[in-house]
C-alpha cells in the first residue's frame, strides 16, 4: 500500500505564506506524476500545480507567480511554497500522487489538510 500525508496548511492572513509538505510512504516502485489538488466549499477540487515525469511543472493560471511546487526524491516528498496568499486560495489542499508498484500503476491521494486564508 501507498500513504500520502500532508502537513503544513493552517491559518493565515491575506499576504502571508505557507508551505505545505506531502510525505510518501509505502510500496513505491516509480513515481509518474505528483500533485496538489484544492476542493473549497461548494466548489469542485482544482489541480493547483503538478510535477510529471523528470520534472515538467504545471500551474493553475490562478496560482501563478505565487505558488511553487517542488519534490525531493531522496525523502519521497512534495511541497507547495504558497506565498502572497488570497483569500480565494481557502480551501482543503491534497496530494496526489500517480505510483507504480506490484499492484499496477494507479492514483493516491493524501487526507488533505485545510488552509485558511482570512483577515
Known amino acids: 500500500q501507498v500513504q500520502l500525508v500532508e502537513s503544513g496548511g493552517g491559518f493565515v492572513q491575506p499576504g502571508g505564506s505557507l508551505r505545505l509538505s506531502c510525505a510518501a510512504s509505502?510500496?513505491?516502485?516509480?513515481?509518474?506524476?505528483m500533485g496538489w489538488y484544492r476542493q473549497a466549499p461548494g466548489k469542485q477540487r482544482e489541480l493547483v500545480a503538478s510535477?510529471?515525469?523528470?520534472?515538467?511543472?504545471n500551474y493553475a493560471d490562478s496560482v501563478k507567480g505565487r505558488f511553487t511546487i517542488s519534490r525531493d526524491n531522496a525523502k519521497i516528498t512534495m511541497y507547495l511554497q504558497m506565498n502572497s496568499l488570497e483569500s480565494e486560495d481557502t480551501a482543503v489542499y491534497y496530494c496526489?500522487?500517480?505510483?507504480?508498484?506490484?499492484?499496477?500503476?494507479?492514483?493516491?491521494w493524501g487526507q488533505g489538510t485545510q488552509v485558511t486564508v482570512s483577515s
Open positions: 496526489n500522487a500517480d505510483i507504480g508498484n506490484r499492484l499496477g500503476r494507479n492514483a493516491y
Open positions: 509505502g510500496s513505491i516502485f516509480s513515481i509518474y506524476a
Open positions: 510535477i510529471i515525469g523528470s520534472g515538467r511543472i
